[in-house]
């Protein structure tokens, strides 16, 4: 999951193919994606893995790293 | 007393975390008519500087023109200073009727709705005209008024990369079952000056049956060979549904913006915008003046004409200099130093040798894109615009920035 989420975000989002990311990188604080943007990685999320997650749950804390995101899709 | 020394605290520490973190905004204090030289106060309490602008949206100096004035005065003297009242009730007069049909007429549409600001028409259109069963695709790097606009919005949003049209059409791909699609953009985006690839949108739009929203605030009576905006440029005039726009800016640069695009769009705003419903009507000042501004470029394109031979003249010098200059074709002319702290040095040395332009970086621009954004305005003169590319190569020299690429700027130790 952490592999897939990670290249959606490196295609969808990033405009430089050599920004280095992991699943630790602080994507919205770090300024990679505007939070605004994290409607794009609800609606893949739901396609991709079939979970809804509320939207309460993803915020720009809340979904900051990968790893973060893991964990709040495990959830459901 | 309600402001408690505890909420005291908690301001004063979100203000001192601004600070810390280098965000903290200090106004310069100018003492002068906005123009291509400016009485500059800075740090306040400092002795004044003359400065040349480069940071202006006076795009063709029409801000302090004379005619502009004298229209201003008029206006005054005819209608006095304001109207204390929304346009419903009795705020609406045949000034604002007047300006509605020659704005419809300038930029080519059907109907003009009139709006304090053009923020507020942002805020204002996607609430209105959109409800659930509506997606909005917008460019990553529209104006801060339009993600508002659309966070106020019932409609779904996604976005775009930036100008990427094969993800735009994904998009429009991805969401073709929705009842409504609206595509939505800058005309020209203000950090990088480039401008939309409105003709492809367009295209794109016909074929998805989605409507196109362009916010025209940094084209509007400049680009295009008679200053329409964008549209006229990538000659798409009449094909766009819904155009916002300043009067903030090139036109006279006081204040007022305007919703342009389909009668039936723009009278449903009329009925249910709430910024048109509970602000204010125009004041006559800005109303009356608007419509000699359209006067003055409907009687000659030879400010804008002026304003493109300079552009032109400011890009490639800096280029040839060896700057990173972001290309386009517009009056916002950005010189990329990646470096947060680079920028921020730069300015100062610019302001030390009279030139004033402002750094913009994160989070005003994504991480590792800071850069001096540079503003040519028709007011310029071909001196003042040497004038600031010495002071420009000086720095750079001083530095060593010259033809450095973006991994060595990003790592100078400053």
Redesign the interface.
């Given at each position: 999951m952490e592999a897939q989420l990670l290249e959606f975000i490196r295609d969808?989002?990033l405009?430089d193919p050599e920004t280095e990311i992991d699943a630790d990188t602080k994507l919205i604080s770090?300024?990679?994606i505007?939070s605004?943007?994290l409607?794009?990685l609800q609606?893949y999320i739901e396609r991709e893995f079939g979970k809804r997650i509320p939207a309460p749950r993803i915020t720009a804390e809340s979904f900051d790293t990968i790893k973060q995101m893991v964990q709040i899709i495990q959830q459901f | 007393m309600a402001f408690s020394e505890k909420l005291r605290a908690r301001y004063q520490d979100i203000l001192k975390q601004i600070l810390q973190s280098g965000l903290y905004k200090q106004e310069r204090i100018i003492h002068d008519k906005q123009g291509a030289k400016v009485a500059v106060e800075y740090p306040p309490g400092n002795a004044q500087q003359e400065l040349i602008n480069m940071c202006s949206n006076n795009y063709l100096g029409l801000s302090s023109h004379p005619e502009v004035i004298k229209a201003a005065h008029e206006a005054l003297d005819h209608r006095g200073y304001g109207l204390s009242s929304v346009r419903f009730i009795c705020g609406t007069q045949d000034i604002h009727k007047e300006l509605e049909a020659r704005l419809s007429a300038f930029l080519g549409t059907q109907d003009t709705i009139l709006f304090s600001s053009c923020f507020d028409a942002n805020a204002a259109v996607f609430e209105t005209l959109l409800d659930e069963s509506a997606i909005m695709i917008s460019d990553?790097l529209v104006h801060a008024s339009i993600?508002d606009g659309?966070?106020l919005s019932r409609a779904?949003?996604?976005?775009y990369?930036?100008s990427d049209m094969k993800h735009l059409r994904q998009k429009l791909e991805l969401h073709q079952d929705k009842d409504i699609k609206i595509i939505i953009t800058d005309g020209v985006f203000s950090m990088d000056g480039d401008i939309a690839h409105l003709a492809e949108i367009v295209q794109l739009a016909e074929e998805f049956e989605a409507l196109v929203f362009v916010d025209d605030s940094h084209a509007t009576g400049f680009i295009g060979k008679t200053g329409r905006g964008s549209h006229e440029l990538c000659q798409v005039m009449g094909k766009i549904d819904l155009i916002s726009t300043t009067f903030g800016k090139a036109l006279g640069g006081a204040s007022g913006g305007c919703i342009s695009g389909r009668t039936e769009l723009i009278d449903l705003l009329r009925q249910r915008a709430r910024p048109y419903l509970f602000s204010n009507a125009l004041a006559p000042a800005i109303t009356m003046t608007t419509c000699k501004v359209l006067d003055i470029l409907q009687a000659s394109t030879k400010a804008r004409d002026s304003l493109e031979r300079k552009a032109i003249w400011w890009r490639k010098a800096l280029s040839e200099a060896g700057f990173i200059v972001v290309p386009g074709a517009s009056p916002i002319v950005p010189v990329m130093l990646y470096n947060a702290k680079l920028t921020q040095i730069f300015a100062d040395e610019l302001y030390a040798r009279k030139v004033f332009a402002v750094g913009f970086f994160?989070?005003v621009v994504?991480?590792a894109q800071a850069r001096i954004r540079t503003q040519v305005s028709a007011a310029h003169t071909e001196e003042d615009l040497r004038v600031a590319r010495a002071a420009f190569i000086e720095i750079a020299q001083k530095y060593d920035l010259l033809g450095k690429t973006k991994a060595e700027l990003l790592n100078l130790q400053l």
């Open positions: 969808e989002f405009d770090g300024g990679f505007d605004f943007s409607v794009s609606s | 990553r993600i659309m966070r779904q949003h996604d976005s990369k930036h994160f989070p994504p991480q």
